[in-house]
T-cell receptor
Framework: NAGVTQTPKFRILKIGQSMTLQCAQDMNHNYMYWYRQDPGMGLKLIYYSVGAGITDKGEVPNGYNVSRSTTEDFPLRLELAAPSQTSVYFC????????????FGEGSRLTVL | EDQVTQSPEALRLQEGESSSLNCSYTVSGLRGLFWYRQDPGKGPEFLFTLYSAGEEKEKERLKATLTKKESFLHITAPKPEDSATYLCAVQLRSNDYKLSFGAGTTVTVRA
């Protein structure tokens, strides 16, 4: 059972480039999330989804887009990358929103130069 | 504004030296408070859920407690393998599928 799988683990982008961070879960979870983690700042919610076809903005959505065409996949798209998007990105999913037991991927470290 | 604050930012302990981490929150309508452990280069891993003041949860050398304004994570007789960053998060009644995280406390336990 793989859990939550994120790719790539590391990526360097030039300012203005675009890319997609992939996230897949094999636990049949309905709820999925994208967080970013900056040093000393904790995890900030970018986007979330409560099911296939349903997405919504979190605290820091600017510069990002998501889609949720299947239960398993929740890709995060960065358009026109900026240095402020240098961060570690975590995808997470949850079986039951009542428990707060998020399952996280191992993270994707993105550097924008 | 809803806020989750963790203290201290960093904690250095000698093996066997017990201590506590604090998570204070200024949110209205708390549904649940959660503790996670994060190892370097990894995603956070779930530890505990607390729902009501007075509740306690234990796992090995860790015990989490909750009051109306804060939560404590007590580490009893820590070992080097307890070294990690500990994150707390809160879930509000109004949007119960989103968690708001604190910045974390980084614990280093020396042998």
């Amino acid at each position: 059972n793989a859990g939550v799988t994120q790719t790539p683990k590391f990526r360097i982008l030039k300012i203005g480039q675009s890319m997609t961070l992939q996230c897949a879960q094999d636990m049949n979870h309905n709820y999925m999330y994208w967080y970013r983690q900056d040093p000393g700042m904790g995890l900030k919610l970018i986007y979330y989804s409560v099911g296939a076809g349903i997405t919504d903005k979190g605290e820091v959505p600017n510069g990002y887009n998501v889609s949720r065409s299947t239960t398993e996949d929740f890709p995060l798209r960065l358009e026109l990358a900026a240095p402020s998007q240098t961060s570690v990105y975590f995808c997470a999913s949850i079986r039951d929103s009542n428990t707060g037991e998020l399952f996280f991927g191992e993270g994707s470290r993105l550097t924008v130069l | 504004e809803d806020q989750v604050t963790q203290s201290p930012e960093a904690l250095r302990l000698q093996e066997g030296e017990s201590s506590s981490l604090n998570c204070s929150y200024t949110v209205s309508g708390l549904r649940g408070l959660f503790w996670y452990r994060q190892d370097p280069g990894k995603g956070p891993e779930f530890l505990f859920t607390l729902y009501s003041a007075g509740e306690e949860k234990e796992k090995e050398r860790l015990k989490a407690t909750l009051t109306k304004k804060e939560s404590f994570l007590h580490i009893t007789a820590p070992k080097p393998e307890d070294s990690a960053t500990y994150l707390c998060a809160v879930q509000l009644r109004s949007n119960d599928y989103k968690l708001s995280f604190g910045a974390g406390t980084t614990v280093t336990v020396r042998a």
